[in-house]
């Protein structure tokens, strides 16, 4: 890769000793399809870094590592970067079953986890900074749009592990207040592939809106299901919240012509937004790894948490973990998906929603636009956060004191 080439010249140039930052993701299992842009994405933006001299003049030195799709193999992995490689940083997870774990190392290590995904809230940490959405910002947006929309009647299908289930207790109080109906719920394990009987179900109840939290590869097996049946996005739409852009563009390739057509996403970016920031970064990156290379949210996300980690370093005027932390509140940037900003009470990203639809030419087409930076709020307000802790610990227990269900590593 061009980035090793340029590092190792650098270093041999007799630049100082580098900044050594993790990459932990999946490269295997469930996940991997999902998450290897992610890693991607976040080594262009290592590389991007070096290209302008690395940071504090030094440059930056990627170690990657396989969170293997296995929250407790994420674990482990987050102890060995910290401990064995001396990580400035770890940029990583996907599934909040995988966080949740890579939580305890940081926090009892004091260290510093970049996390680009959106996911369920009801998380607030010093050790982390989480650079995707939390529900106020993509699910609550996304859920009173469609039920405006398409109708009251949804239909809950998802992963059977933390965040999907909080996303639907939420989705559900949600429905509630706008007068909608849950007519089923549904989970499957991660990693799982049989969804004939939950795709016969859909199509028997005919529901206004299907809104999907399943992750990893086992949405491909889901929406074959649906074609199956006969469901497609026109009639009973699709509302996903987990599967990226890039995803569907992969999917629509094995399945039948014109299968996702009329289905949705929400995300806060979307590879057709106008603005200079994005039209450079698709250059940028088309230039890098060939044209017609898609890009997606957690992509992009995970490309400025890069940028805005550099910032934090600059302002604290050094690498070490604990100084980072409290620089990184402070930061923001306009990005190829608009400004995004630190904020400085939570930890949490400001930044804009929108909702798109695949349209008959097999692209996502934004049909709802905030036109603005949202405010997080991990905690939803309508209740005590005590409340919120409770289902978590229940779900937990539930769980044999894991954060998913067994079989969330399942090949």
């Known amino acids: 890769m061009f980035s090793v080439a340029i590092f190792f010249l650098l270093r041999q140039q007799g630049n100082p000793a580098p900044i050594k930052v993790g990459i932990l993701h999946s490269q295997t299992g469930t996940m991997a399809t999902s998450e290897q842009p992610v890693i991607e994405a976040t080594l262009f933006a290592v590389e991007e870094l070096n290209r302008r001299g ?22 482990h992995e987050a ?28 926090e009892k290590a004091n260290h510093l986890l970049v996390y680009p995904l959106q996911y369920e809230g009801l998380e607030e940490s010093p050790a982390i900074v989480y650079t995707g959405a939390v529900p106020n910002q993509q699910i609550r947006p996304a859920v009173k749009w469609a039920m405006d929309n398409f109708g009251k009647r949804i239909y809950l299908i998802g992963s059977d592990y933390i965040f999907p289930r909080i996303a639907n207790h939420l989705i559900g109080d949600l429905a509630e207040l706008l007068g909608g109906i849950v007519v089923a719920e549904r989970y499957r394990p991660l990693g799982s592939h049989d ?42 739409p ?140 991990p905690y939803p307000p309508y209740l005590q956060k005590s409340h919120w802790q409770d289902v978590e610990d229940l779900l937990y227990r539930r769980w044999n004191n894991r954060w998913a269900v067994d079989g969330e590593a399942a090949p």
């Open 54 to 75: 690395g940071v504090l003049g030094r440059l930056v030195e990627p170690v990657l590592a396989d969170g293997g799709s296995d929250p407790a193999q994420f674990a």
């Open 79 to 106: 102890e060995r970067l910290i401990e064995v490689e001396k990580v400035a940083v770890i940029f990583g997870c996907w599934t909040s079953a995988s966080r949740k774990e890579v939580k305890a190392v940081v």
């Open 238 to 377: 699709v509302f996903s919240f987990s599967v990226s852009e890039s995803d569907f563009y992969a999917m629509a390739k094995k399945l039948p012509a014109g299968s996702l057509v009329g289905n949705y996403a929400s995300w806060s970016y979307f590879e057709s937004l106008p603005g200079k920031e994005n039209q450079s970064f698709r250059r940028r990156y088309s230039k890098r790894y060939g044209p017609g290379h898609s890009l997606n949210d957690p992509m992009v996300s995970a490309y400025t948490s890069v940028q805005l980690w550099a910032q934090a370093v600059t302002e604290a005027a050094s690498s070490a973990p604990l100084f980072v932390r409290r620089a990184f509140s402070r930061q923001s940037m306009n990005g190829p998906g608009g400004i995004v900003y630190i904020d400085d009470k939570n930890h949490h990203a400001w930044k804009p929603d929108r909702i798109a639809k695949m349209n008959d030419a097999g692209r996502f087409e934004i049909v709802w636009d905030s036109q603005k930076p949202i405010r997080p709020l």
């Open 195 to 236: 969804f004939a009987v939950i795709a016969e179900e859909i199509a028997t109840l005919r529901p206004a809106v299907v809104f999907n939290t399943l992750n990893g590869d086992g949405n491909l097996a889901f929406f074959a299901a649906l074609h199956k049946q006969g469901v497609n996005g026109t009639e009973i």
